[in-house]
Nanobody, 114 residues
Framework: QVQLVESGGGLVQSGGSLRLSCAAS????????MGWYRQFPGKRRELVAS???????TYADSVRGRFTISKDNAKNTLYLQMNSLKPEDSTVYYC????????WGPGTQVTVSS
């Protein structure tokens, strides 16, 4: 089983930065692909960024150049550095482990004020 807990969300002004963390426990492997998703009200969850076991990264066009995904295998922690935040980034962000059946954390709220 896999357990994921996000942290680091909060309120920040437009143009500011936040660093999200995802603490993973259970049956996590270094080869696992992990990612950050976000979900706007009334919409399905969308990919923000992902990172493979070989450290290959992908980003949504809307965040490329502003967000950076990384991981610390020794600490079993996934990170999302969010810079140049915009009000339209405001929503709940979720950590994911990609498997045949995906695992999700409960989410952390990010709010960017004008």
């Amino acid at each position: 089983q896999v357990q994921l807990v996000e942290s680091g969300g909060g309120l920040v002004q437009s143009g500011g930065s936040l660093r999200l963390s995802c603490a993973a426990s259970g049956s996590i492997f270094s080869r696992d692909t992990m990612g950050w998703y976000r979900q706007f009200p009334g919409k399905r969850r969308e990919l923000v960024a992902s990172i493979t076991g070989s450290d290959t990264t992908t980003y949504a066009d809307s965040v490329r150049g502003r967000f950076t995904i990384s991981k610390d295998n020794a600490k079993n922690t996934l990170y999302l550095q969010m810079n140049s935040l915009k009000p339209e980034d405001s929503t709940v962000y979720y950590c994911q482990v990609r498997r045949w059946h995906d695992y999700w954390g409960p989410g952390t709220q990010v709010t960017v004020s004008s």
